[in-house]
């Protein structure tokens, strides 16, 4: 239950090397850079000020902007190409691939930003004029599709030559409402116009060629007026053809395919393109993000007229060797002064656990990082999450293929990427503590193969099951009291917090135990039960004295906490019941003639065994995580620590050699 302790820091250093600095502390990726206007403002340091953004900074977004563009869209265009199916997008989970890097000198800005433009300037040469080709083609391509599937509205032929703009009359194609289009027909007989009907759409609306003279604009205004809606496309696309519009429609659907010929060409070649470059494309944008991030830092600074000053924290055992690189860089020409936290609540938090509870830090983040005065609850949740997990899902035979499954991908695609590496080690635990309480309460895909259980039956005897949950209730809410009076009491030295808010209901919760347990067992005149009836009195006493009247329905609360564990046994109950449900089915689906009952048989049981085992386990994750968030976490942990957030080089594809 470790946080890792840190020290403030303070780096002077002249102004010419301060990105020279930065760019080492960023490779060293441990120092967590403050904010010194929020965190000091001008009262602690006299004659300093905030520096500026860069100029650079600007020039790096442009080119960073730039890149991600062209990669984003060579990107897509690989992905359309490739088109993974179903089975290789789920096999695809099971696939390690180390990502490709790409080394850069540790460099000034000013020459990365040269060499970044270089790069731009290079991919826009060999990839620009084909993603501009691309645009074109599929613009063309919805014109053309467009026209086609218009033609599919005319049924009576004529020559398509004909429409457009002549030298005296236009003619165009339009829809007309059908419930105007006599209206239409009847004000356009004394104009100098021409009205034809050529078809209908699937609304039966009236599509129509309208010839009318050239400079007659007025009278074009009134057609639309009167209902009528030109394709604009259509027109376009149709006046560069000519003959019938059977002809017309051939050549649409010729131009149409070799459109597409055209557009698969060239995706298929820039989608090979980007295979080839994706590492170099993919590490020149870490690389600017990475400056940029950089530069970002800058303002956060102080500076005088020849110096900067950055203001941060530095885990402690990394402090000697900050300290050497920022020297070796600057030639001496800095100092580092390190001062023992004054404000441990302002210091930021990182976690530290052995390697087997690395999994489990990742829980904790998902509530709240402990603030620097707490204890890590890390253990403890790696203890307990997977036993509530087991306890839920409590079938040997899903725990066998949850941990199979999750130690595949550990194997595979949990060795380069970090999320999955972390969920499937917690899946591993998760899986083993399963294949126990199974092993323990004889499920193996339920009762299917009748193996009695080497402890109990949760079916047969749910009592016990409950009786256990409710023991893990008292052991797990009892800790997180214990953990509230360490902490009360020894870090923030909180004597009415640790009499009040842990103490107090440490003792009601022992002392109710203490009562239940000896009436139950050594009757109510047994030394245990007046232990436990005197306990839970002090307990009392201690609440109504801190908390008041209203601390009696707390009493209701703590109890409700407890109960809450019950769940355990609604979760081991839910997964053997359906199992037993998806056995039965299968069994009387056995029953049919012939092989179509073994077949049906074996699809209900694998369909249902998978929903099971799918449901349950996702139940116990959830669950498990509540049990911990509410009921446990609510007796000592508030949680709301800073994280440390270093800087430090980011990126899968990229490698800095400094």
């Known amino acids: 239950m470790a946080i890792r302790e840190m020290e403030e820091v303070f780096i002077f250093c002249l102004k010419e090397d301060v990105v020279d600095v930065l760019k080492r502390v960023q490779v060293e990726g441990c120092l967590h850079i403050e904010d010194f206007w929020e965190v000091h403002g001008v009262e602690r340091f006299y004659g300093v000020e905030q520096p500026e953004a860069p100029e650079e900074l600007i020039e790096v977004t442009d080119v960073l902007t730039s890149l991600a ?26 696939r390690a691939e180390e990502p490709e ?39 063309e391509l919805e014109r053309l599709e467009e026209a086609r599937n218009f033609l599919d509205h005319v049924t009576e032929s004529f020559d398509v030559g004909h ?92 131009r149409i395919r070799e459109t597409r010929k055209e557009l698969r060409e060239l995706r298929r070649e820039l989608a090979e393109y980007y295979e080839e470059h994706e590492a170099e494309i993919n590490a020149w944008i870490e690389l600017l993000e990475n400056e940029r991030e950089l530069l970002d830092e800058i303002p956060k600074l102080a500076m005088t007229d020849r110096t900067y000053l950055i203001y941060g924290w530095v885990p402690k055992e990394r402090v000697d060797r900050l300290e050497r ?44 990082l402990p603030k620097p005065t707490e204890v890590d609850p890390t253990p403890v949740l790696a203890v307990f999450f997977p036993i509530y997990f087991g306890f839920i899902l409590t079938d040997a035979a899903y725990g066998a293929i949850l941990t199979a499954l999750a130690a595949a991908i550990r194997a595979t695609s949990g060795r380069v990427d970090e999320s999955l590496r972390t969920f499937s080690e917690l899946m591993i635990y998760a899986g083993v503590a399963t294949i126990i309480l199974g092993v323990l309460t004889g499920g193996y895909f339920g009762n299917l193969f009748g193996i009695k259980p080497l402890w109990v039956d949760p079916m047969k005897d749910p009592i016990t099951i409950l009786l256990v949950a409710l023991g893990f209730g008292v052991l797990h809410v009892a800790l997180g009291l214990i953990l509230g009076m360490y902490i009360s009491l020894r870090k923030e030295r909180d004597v009415k917090a640790f009499l009040g808010d842990h103490l107090s209901w ?48 707390d009493m209701i609360g703590l109890m409700g906490d407890v109960l809450s564990y019950s769940r355990l046994l609604a979760g081991c109950l839910s997964t053997a019941g359906i199992a037993l449900v998806v056995n039965l089915l299968a069994k009387m689906a056995k029953g049919l003639a012939g092989a179509l009952g073994l077949v049906a ?58």
């Open 506 to 553: 440490f003792l009601v919760l022992v002392g109710g135990l203490l009562l239940v347990v000896g009436a139950a067992k050594c009757g109510l005149s047994s030394p245990v039960t007046y232990a436990g009836g005197a306990l839970m009195i002090l307990g009392a006493i201690l609440v109504l004295a801190f908390h008041g009247p209203l601390g009696a329905l």
């Open 601 to 658: 048989a074996a699809i209900i049981l694998v369909i249902g065994h998978i929903f099971n085992m799918a449901m349950n386990g996702l139940g116990g994750f959830v669950h498990s995580l509540r049990l911990h968030y509410v009921e446990f976490f609510s007796k000592f942990y508030e949680g709301g620590g800073k994280p440390f957030e270093p800087l430090r080089v980011k990126g899968e594809h990229l490698k800095i050699r400094a």
């Open 325 to 368: 690189a920022v020297e070796e860089v600057t030639d001496g020409r800095c100092a580092v002064i390190r001062e023992q936290v004054a404000d441990p609540e302002e210091m930021p938090v990182e976690l530290k656990n052995p390697r087997p509870l690395k999994p489990f830090e990742t829980l904790v983040e998902m509530f709240a």
């Open 101 to 139: 890097k790409v080394e850069f000198e540790l460099q000034p800005t000013s020459e990365v930003l040269d060499s970044a433009k270089e790069f731009l300037e290079r991919l826009e040469e060999e990839v620009g004029e084909k993603l501009d080709r691309i645009d074109e083609l599929e613009s």
């Open 69 to 94: 563009r062209l990669r984003d869209s060579l990107k897509e265009i690989y992905e359309e190409v490739k088109e993974e199916g179903m089975l290789e997008a789920l096999t695809s989970v099971f």
């Open 163 to 254: 429409l457009g703009e002549g030298p005296y009359a236009v003619a165009k194609l339009y829809v007309v409402r059908s419930d105007v289009w006599d209206e239409l027909v009847e004000k356009l007989k004394g104009e100098p116009a021409y009205v034809g009907e050529v078809g209908r759409t699937e609304d039966e609306d009236v599509v129509a060629v309208i010839a009318f003279p050239k400079d007659e604009s007025e009278l074009e205004a009134e057609i639309r007026r009167l209902g009528a809606t030109e394709q604009e496309v259509v027109n376009e696309v149709l006046e560069e053809l000519s003959g019938d519009v059977e002809s017309a429609r051939e050549e649409l659907e010729r």
